[in-house]
Nanobody
Framework: QVQLVESGGGLVQPGDSLTLSCAAS????????MGWFRQAPGNERDFVGG????????LYADSVKGRFTISRDNAKNAVYLQMNSLKFEDTAVYYC??????????????WGQGTQVTVSS
């Protein structure tokens, strides 16, 4: 079965950087767009960004554009979320997902269990 396992979450201070990783198994990784989503308490799950199957194109939500970078390594079946200049409002559970179109949040169909990122002073 498809498994997506996130790691790298934690407690950081505003302005810090953090990199999340997602290890995929049970699917032909290079056939899928990969994305990151996040859900803060009391909020719906929001699309953070996505990356096309070969890594040549990415798309980001306005709230993270210029601060977050998504990359992937198809040889390792892994996708990453580099987060810089973290803000209090970035606090959320972060999920990776596999889907059909990197730019279409509705096309993601496999999900990880999430990893908590807390930005606090």
């Amino acid at each position: 079965q498809v498994q997506l396992v996130e790691s790298g979450g934690g407690l950081v201070q505003p302005g810090d950087s953090l990199t999340l990783s997602c290890a995929a198994s049970g699917l032909t990784f290079r056939n899928y767009a990969m994305g990151w989503f996040r859900q803060a308490p009391g909020n719906e799950r929001d699309f953070v960004g996505g990356i096309i199957w070969d890594g040549s194109r990415t798309l980001y939500a306005d709230s993270v554009k210029g601060r977050f970078t998504i990359s992937r390594d198809n040889a390792k079946n892994a996708v990453y979320l580099q987060m810089n200049s973290l803000k209090f409002e970035d606090t959320a559970v972060y999920y990776c997902a596999a889907g059909v179109r990197h730019s279409d949040p509705q096309s993601y169909k496999y999900w990880g269990q999430g990893t908590q990122v807390t930005v606090s002073s």
